[in-house]
């Protein structure tokens, strides 16, 4: 007797628990209770039923099947295990057994309007149209706003945002004290990358529904978008002091002050979630992720291995392990990923990743041609998800170039910005600008930051601002010297939340070569600095890459070549106009003989010698780049011509940089140069 009362007690608590947190936004979460207890009590029906419905909500239909049908076996009368066994069968077009499962719940429950209006469409579908039409009507008496939600959810289904947004307006002009509505058109909007719209409509629906967890954290989505870092924590805070024990905020709240650069309040913020749920795959990416940026090299790898226990299918844990520096990967490791990579049901991201992963293990294995090979097929797929135009680029830049005439610098004046001076590190990525960065960051007088998406977003705004047809670069041939300013004041208003009011700061985004122009017009007191390295390097370097994000043009060899020699281009174009303004770094001179080149380094931005800057790796600071844990190493050189391990692999870029290569010592070039020549 006692023990029937203490099962239905705990089953009761174990449903409470995860119904509260698929409300609050962690369906994940309340998977993992309730897959926890159906251990102990694999015949409830309660338990069941609720896993099925979970998984239903997350897109997994065909999962959901098993523990609604065990359910239903065991329990036949339970309606809601019918209702949601409908629903997934419904998801994946079993449209006759999902017809008669919600007929068997209508005959139960005739004023279930929701299963009335699904019935009505399967109806529809099966041809069986006068019944359909009194379903729906059916449906509509008993809920007259049934129709046009279940329309708006097909529509945000197809990716018709809005049409379903028109929709729920429509709703919520009836009923203006919905939050339910408001958080559905907040999502919406950040759906349509209508962020200021969304922060909007969520902070009302705070006001009306003051303790939801979800719609405060949907608010800390929609401002951190806006890159309100300090509001979108509050507002993510203000939700964890609703509900402490649920993983999904605590997610959020890491990846909010990841954003916002406060890695140490960020491994925190993980570690209370893993706390709840020590097996959570997203909090363990993170703690991954921002202890390796912290270089706290061990903890890095723990989180990484738990993340790939908890979750093995998941690519990007094995990638982003393999960038650990020191990791080896054992046959049997190797050969579970290359069973991932044959799994056509994973998600094709993930076998990109395990490809990637694949070739970092070979490659440090010194089986060269198996890792070209792996690298090969990752970069062949990712190209494919990638949107990149080598023509559209050199249409650009000749169009920077034909702006940005001498002509043009003389008769605009510039005007100092006298609070901070930027040091802006440019170049292909992969050569040699952490490592520069690093050595600016150890000097007393130089924030090291990031790479800054600040210079980007002033060439956005000029974008907006311009009249007509006008855009970057042409449009600023409109502009005046105060326009000027107000653009290198906008820049460093962007950039104030990364330093911490030292002279000067460093911003290592490499793409802003092409901005070296607009640069001197708006911040005429900013360094610049150009990262080189030997051309094959810097594109085998990239090419062996899976960057999260920003350098599309990285995955075609042919591509990346294309894009060097545009780059080239330009940086000789703006050595040509703005002469002594641009200091070239050659990382094979910075590794072989540091301190005369450090020595130049820091002249060039007129800082005193510091010893430190020699010593740069003992410099403790986040680095959230590839490189992070080579620059917290002493210098070496055996990072240098190591594209001779892929040499017979790289014949199209070979060719392709023939002009530049051919300028190179002859112990600097390929052998292919001397077979194509003849030998001469």
Request: glycine share 6%.
């Amino acid at each position: 007797m006692n023990s029937g009362i203490d099962q239905m007690d705990t089953v009761r608590a174990a449903v409470d628990r995860a119904v509260k947190l698929a409300r609050a936004g962690d369906p994940a979460q309340a998977e993992s209770i309730c897959r926890e207890s159906l251990q102990q009590y694999p015949d409830d029906g309660n338990l069941l039923c609720l896993l099925g419905t979970l998984l239903v909500r997350q897109r997994r239909p065909a999962d959901a099947e098993r523990p609604l049908r065990r359910a239903i076996d065991r329990h036949p009368d339970f309606l809601r295990a019918q209702e949601e066994l409908g629903n997934a069968l419904m998801a994946q077009g079993n449209i006759e057994e999902a017809t008669a499962c919600f007929r068997q719940v209508i005959g139960l429950e005739p004023d279930n309007a929701e299963a009335q209006f699904k019935l009505s469409k399967l109806l529809e579908k099966s041809g069986y149209l006068q019944e359909a039409t009194f379903a729906r009507r059916a449906a509509s008496e008993q809920a007259p706003h049934q129709e046009a939600m279940a329309a708006a959810a097909q529509f945000i289904n197809t990716g018709r945002f809005a049409e379903a947004e028109k929709i729920y307006r429509d709703l919520l002009a009836q009923d203006p004290n919905r939050s339910d509505y408001l958080r559905v058109l907040g999502r919406l909007a950040m759906e349509q990358k209508q962020f200021g719209d969304a922060v909007v409509l969520l902070r009302r629906a705070t006001e009306i529904t003051p303790q939801s967890v979800l719609i405060w954290n949907d608010l800390g989505k929609a401002l951190l978008e806006r890159e309100a870092f300090d509001d979108a924590i509050g507002a993510i805070r203000h939700s964890l002091q609703i509900e402490t024990d649920i993983t999904a905020s605590h997610l959020l709240h890491g990846n909010a002050l990841t954003r916002a650069f406060r890695f140490e309040a960020a491994a925190d913020a993980y570690q209370a979630g893993l706390k709840i749920q020590p097996d959570h795959a997203g909090c363990l990416a993170g703690l991954g992720h921002v202890t390796q940026a912290l270089g706290r090299h061990a903890e890095a790898i723990n989180a990484y291995r738990a993340w790939i226990n908890a979750e093995p299918t998941a690519g990007e844990a094995w990638w982003s392990l393999a960038g650990l520096s020191g990791q080896r990967f054992d046959d049997a490791e190797i050969e579970t990923m290359q069973t991932h990579t044959r799994d056509k049901s994973l998600p094709e991201a993930s076998r990109i990743s395990f490809w990637f992963a694949l070739a970092r293990a070979y490659e440090g294995n010194a089986d060269y041609d198996r890792s070209f090979e792996f690298y090969d097929r990752g970069n062949t797929a990712q190209r494919m998800h990638e949107s990149y135009d080598a023509v559209e680029t050199e249409i650009m830049h000749d169009r920077i170039i034909a702006t940005f005439t001498p002509a043009f610098f003389h008769r605009t004046s510039a005007i100092n910005h006298e609070d901070a001076t930027p040091i802006f590190i440019v170049g292909l990525p992969r050569s040699g600008s952490t490592l520069i960065e690093q050595i600016l960051a150890s000097h007393s007088q130089v924030d090291g930051t990031q790479e800054l998406p600040a210079l980007g977003r002033v060439i956005q705004s000029i974008n907006r601002r311009a009249p007509d047809e006008a855009r970057y670069p042409e449009a600023l041939l409109n502009l005046d010297p105060a326009d000027f300013a107000n653009l290198g004041r906008q820049y460093l208003d962007a950039t104030r939340r990364y330093r911490t009011g030292r002279p000067l700061f460093t911003d290592k985004m490499p793409n802003n070569f092409p901005g070296i122009g607009l640069i001197r017009l708006i911040l005429p007191q900013a360094k610049i600095i150009d990262a080189r390295r030997h051309p094959l390097d810097s594109c085998v370097g990239s090419y062996k890459q899976l960057f999260a994000d920003g350098q599309a043009f990285t995955y075609d060899l042919g591509e990346l070549a294309e894009y060097y020699l545009q780059y080239r281009k330009i940086m000789a174009y703006w050595q040509e106009t703005l002469p002594g303004q641009v200091l070239d770094v050659h990382y094979e001179d910075l590794v072989t003989d540091p301190e005369p080149e450090i020595r130049r380094l820091l002249e060039y931005c007129g800082l005193p010698w510091e010893e430190q800057c020699l010593r740069f790796y003992e410099t403790e600071r986040t680095i959230n780049t590839a490189s992070a844990e080579q620059v917290r190493r002493p210098l070496y050189t055996t990072s240098m011509h190591r594209w001779r391990h892929f040499e017979v692999h790289l014949g199209e870029l070979i060719e392709i940089l023939a002009p530049i290569l051919e300028t190179l010592p002859a112990d600097q070039r390929p052998a292919l140069l001397s077979t194509r020549s003849g030998g001469t």
